[in-house]
């Protein structure tokens, strides 16, 4: 096992810079999500780790020994792609086995370790079987295999779920905990599903635009977001954001509707600035008995068994949804009474995106 450090790493091609100074210190041991929309960079990231593509500028180090010109197979890495790349005209075995048998591992060796992964993936069963025999859950199974056996340093993986549907994707997230746990290999996972980053990670990394947003946990990110991209990002259903001016006093912050939401902390250099609102759907509760912040006009119900998702809106320009408990019967056309806590209301910078 190894630690990963990332000094200043730049990306360009040709003229266009992709990454743009990235800066990170993985410990050994974790796992670590890179997470972000398509195209912002992570898949880049991860390859220039790999060593498929060059670094521009800045070093990558693995174990303490900067790697930039260490060809892959000399980084005592392994990588676990989304199309698992298995040989189809050899054995789930010689497929696991292959990697080693180049290598010129003596056969006896070679059977323990593949013997040994076949056990911790349970697919004993399939070391004989062609991967056109297989299943999607399986092959990726058998790819994890294939990197397990070279008991590397570093584990890499390419958004190895991306081609499961989603029962099965659930299903792998978990295999893929537990093998983390069992193994305790540090791991650099690339995803675009913010669930799945969410579940799997130590610390996430969020990048946009080939920058990292903010670096964390995922309860971290979560609560404490850095900036309106972080925020909006993670949760599903996504944070509402709203149109706000902090208050003369800096006590409260005014949304559509004239509705005033009071603020957990006086924000006083704030005071009288437009701000952007963010309000986690979950966050915003029934008014039973208590006076209402806002009334919620409901437009539409999602009705999902322990929860319900209402979409619905104040005043003019106030778009919202919330979650509510399952069990309370809300119908299209309702006013809906909700409480808005004051310390789960998040002011952001209307042109930086910045947290306030």
Same mark, same amino acid.
């Given at each position: ?261 009071? =603020?957990?902390? %006086?924000?006083?250099?704030?005071? /009288? $600035?437009?701000?952007?609102? *963010? &309000?986690?759907?979950?966050?915003? !509760? ?16 999602? =009705?999902?068994? %322990?929860?319900?998702?209402?979409? /619905? $809106?104040?005043?003019?320009? *106030? &778009?919202?949804?919330?979650?509510? !408990? ?31």
């Amino acid at each position: 096992m190894a630690e990963v450090s990332l000094r200043g790493v730049k990306k360009r091609f040709g003229t266009t810079q992709v990454i743009h100074g990235v800066d990170c210190q993985i410990s050994d041991g974790e796992f670590i999500v890179i997470v972000g929309p398509s195209g912002c960079g992570k898949s880049t990231l991860l390859r220039m780790i790999a060593g498929l593509e060059e670094v521009t500028e800045g070093d990558i180090a693995i174990a303490g020994k900067v790697v930039n010109q260490v060809e892959p197979k000399d980084r005592d890495i392994a990588m676990v792609f989304q199309n698992y790349a298995l040989y189809p005209h050899m054995s789930v075995y010689e497929n696991m086995a292959y990697g080693l048998k180049i290598r010129g591992v003596p056969k006896a060796e070679i059977r323990q370790r593949v013997d040994r992964a076949a056990d911790i993936l349970q697919i004993g069963a399939l070391l004989e079987r062609r991967p056109r025999q297989l299943s999607g859950g399986q092959r990726q199974r058998v790819a994890m295999g294939r990197a397990i056996v070279r008991d590397p340093a570093v584990f890499l993986f390419d958004e190895p779920l991306s081609n499961l549907d989603a029962k099965l994707r659930v299903q792998m997230r978990v295999e893929i905990r537990k093998l983390h746990q069992t193994l305790r290999t540090t791991s650099i996972y690339v995803t675009h599903d913010q669930v799945e980053a969410m579940t799997l990670a130590d610390r996430l990394i969020v990048m946009n635009a080939g920058r990292v947003e903010q670096i964390g946990t995922p309860i971290t990110l979560y609560e404490d977001p850095a900036t309106l991209f972080v925020a909006g990002f993670l949760g599903s259903p996504a944070m509402n954001f709203l149109s706000g001016a902090v208050a003369a006093d800096g006590q409260s912050v005014a949304l559509p509707g004239g509705v005033q939401a009071p =603020l957990a902390t %006086a924000h006083a250099a704030a005071a /009288g $600035r437009p701000v952007t609102v *963010g &309000i986690r759907p979950e966050h915003l !509760d029934l008014a039973e008995g208590a006076p209402p912040t806002a009334t919620m006009k409901v437009d539409l119900v999602e =009705l999902l068994g %322990a929860d319900t998702i209402v979409h /619905g $809106r104040i005043g003019d320009g *106030g &778009i919202l949804l919330a979650r509510i !408990d399952g069990a309370v019967p809300i119908r299209t056309g309702d006013d809906l009474p909700l409480v808005l806590a004051p310390e789960r209301v998040h002011l952001f910078d209307r042109e930086t995106g910045a947290r306030i």
